[in-house]
DNA sequence: CCCCAGAAGCAAATATCTGTGCTTACGATG
DNA sequence: CATCGTAAGCACAGATATTTGCTTCTGGGG
């Protein structure tokens, strides 16, 4: 009597439905033929009635910026190697191979798709931006506590973040060769 | 007789109705309140029937391809400055002033929104991306006609192009002073 | 073991978007 | 100035998306 025969669908526990809504995002950023992005379409595809997730996250924007903290901060373990560089370099590395997956592409441009798209006053977009960047901050905390001296947050944007964003927006596959060893030499090799 | 006590609405010539629509997408874009980008909404910003809308370009994505071509085009002018550092550093110049202003940075939110949604061969996405970077082939071709070395795409993609990117998408501003020259001599100066 | 709060599922109503047939104005051409 | 092709506008007809009222299950505390 393991499972009654398949009645039409089991019910799943709420974990268990947002598991299955933030996967089918995914899927649908990632892997098909160019369907948009709706509401619809997700449920049906993580097979859950549509309006459970009308009714829990009201929006496809507060969807995406649900599944992307979600993601972000379960895919990002961020164990301490004991130097700014290898911190970086750790950063980087685990970035670049994200995006040579396509739901690793698919979730970074989710982060953009998940952006206020409105926000007269920036600000909001640019928390936004920090709350995303968290992981980049502690590195740069923990450097500062052993005395090292980080370079700004701005050029760590500039020189490491902007390239792996851009690159995984764009569809741009990463060189094969030492590729995260390159942007970290660049960073931390002049500071201007 | 000038105009017919204004009647309903005018009827305006197909090149009027294009301009109308695309400001109105960069308007829907960069001011209002958070609504949602879709062609009704266009269509009633740009005082067009939104028949016309679906009739023209059929998609939203379309649309979005089509404005900015248009724009990037008509924004970048791309005189010859007789010298690669010179014309990396116009279009710099041009760009970060650019996304110093909420239409500018609607422009380039637009060519992220723009880009193919599916394709899981995603050399469209690439290709996508190399029409849009076409001002910066055109640099490169003038270099090497001149006998310069300009560095490969992929780098000026991620010095140059990247951050340039990521500051409109996540809205933070460049630093006030020297940004495009600060950029350009990372790019230039270490040719790794 | 029973009860309750919270959330999922279902069905149906409503709102919104997308597409079609037709009419009418614009502007180019002769 | 007359004619004609193109594309805009209008009204209406699907097709989809969003919301609501209600029922039913799940899991945690008494």
Request: proline share 7%; aromatic share 4%.
């Amino acid at each position: 009597m393991t499972d009654k025969q398949a009645p039409a669908r089991v019910r799943r526990s709420p974990e268990q439905v947002r598991e299955a809504v933030h996967q089918a995002v995914i899927d649908l950023l990632s892997d098909p033929d160019g369907e948009d992005l709706n509401i619809p379409a997700i449920a049906q595809r993580a097979g859950v009635n549509h309006t459970s997730v009308y009714r829990r996250w009201g929006s496809l924007d507060a969807l995406l910026a649900d599944m992307v903290t979600t993601r972000l901060e379960r895919d990002s373990p961020l164990n301490d190697t004991g130097s700014l560089r290898g911190d970086l370099l750790a950063w980087a590395q685990a970035s670049v191979a994200s995006i040579r997956t396509p739901q690793g592409r698919a979730l970074v441009r989710a982060v953009v798709l998940s952006m206020p798209n409105s926000t007269q006053a920036q600000d909001e977009r640019a928390q936004h931006f920090r709350r995303r960047m968290r992981s980049i901050e502690q590195i740069r905390e923990r450097a500062t506590a052993r005395g090292e001296d980080p370079p700004p947050l701005e050029q760590i944007l500039d020189q490491l973040i902007a390239p792996f964003y851009v690159r995984a927006i764009f569809g741009i596959d990463p060189p094969d060769h030492g590729y995260p060893e390159l942007l970290v030499d660049r960073l931390l090799g002049d500071r201007n």
